[in-house]
């Protein structure tokens, strides 16, 4: 029934460990997001995939992975993780009209904790 | 560097009251402008969003205002209830651009 789900929804790892999230929609949408949150709640685009194609990659350092094995699918690796790494990583869609509109559905977040 | 200002940060009003979110822009290309909804623990939600050729629209409790010559666009939330209460994003796009470029945010608390 959910659209745009994330697994784990809650992640406390240690410095140094690698983790991953995983996203999948069932909107049927092509485009896929992922999103970073931190602490005061800004909101910065790391990633985007477009019939599983990368098309936006905003400055990530490569200790993050995307992979998109299909269009309803993307996942997130990260290596070596870091304190600041801490946050609230969101999986997002949108159909082909918000490519105009900039209408996102996303899921509900992962939050991960790096001690 | 921040395509889209937001302020304030935060803002109380009493249940009734008429909060009002502003934003501004630079970028005269941008020619889309969302309004997401978030509640605490979930992702956010599209709540209303207007074309730079409208100068006001309306949904329900939710209005936005559009100056295109101040390159300024606010949201008010008519007749609040706690139910309202949440962080409140203004977020601006373009025509065939897959970024949206996302507001700070603000947190809005109605009280009963």
């Known amino acids: 029934d959910t659209a745009v789900s994330q697994t784990p929804k809650y992640l406390v790892t240690q410095m140094g460990n690698d983790k991953s999230i995983k996203c999948e929609q069932n909107?049927?949408?092509?485009?896929m997001y992922w999103y970073k949150q931190d602490s005061k709640k800004f909101l910065k685009i790391m990633f985007s995939?477009?019939?599983?194609?990368?098309?936006i990659n905003e400055t990530v350092p490569n200790r993050f992975s995307p992979k998109s094995p299909d269009k309803a699918h993307l996942n997130l690796h990260i290596n070596s993780l870091e304190l600041g790494d801490s946050a609230v990583y969101f999986c997002?869609?949108?159909?082909?009209?918000?490519?105009?509109?900039?209408?996102?559905?996303f899921g509900e977040g992962s939050r991960l904790t790096v001690l | 560097q921040q395509q889209v200002k937001q302020s304030p940060q935060s803002l109380i009003v009493q249940k009734g009251g008429i909060p009002i979110i502003n934003c501004a822009y630079e970028?005269?290309?941008?020619?889309?402008f969302p309004w997401y909804q978030q509640f605490p623990g979930k992702g956010p939600a599209l709540l209303i969003a207007?074309?730079?050729?409208?100068s006001e629209k309306k949904e329900g409790r939710f209005t936005i205002s559009f100056n295109k010559s101040a390159k300024q666009f606010s949201l008010h939330i008519m007749d609040s209830q706690p139910g309202d209460s949440a962080t409140y994003f203004c977020?601006?796009?373009?025509?065939?651009?897959?970024?949206?470029?996302f507001g700070a945010g603000t947190t809005v608390t109605v009280r009963a």
């Open positions: 997002a869609s949108s159909p082909p009209e918000g490519r105009e509109t900039g209408e996102l559905f």
């Open positions: 909107l049927g949408h092509d485009t």
């Open positions: 995939y477009n019939n599983k194609e990368l098309i």
């Open positions: 970028n005269t290309a941008f020619d889309y």
């Open positions: 207007i074309r730079p050729d409208v």
């Open positions: 977020a601006a796009s373009m025509w065939g651009d897959y970024k949206l470029s």
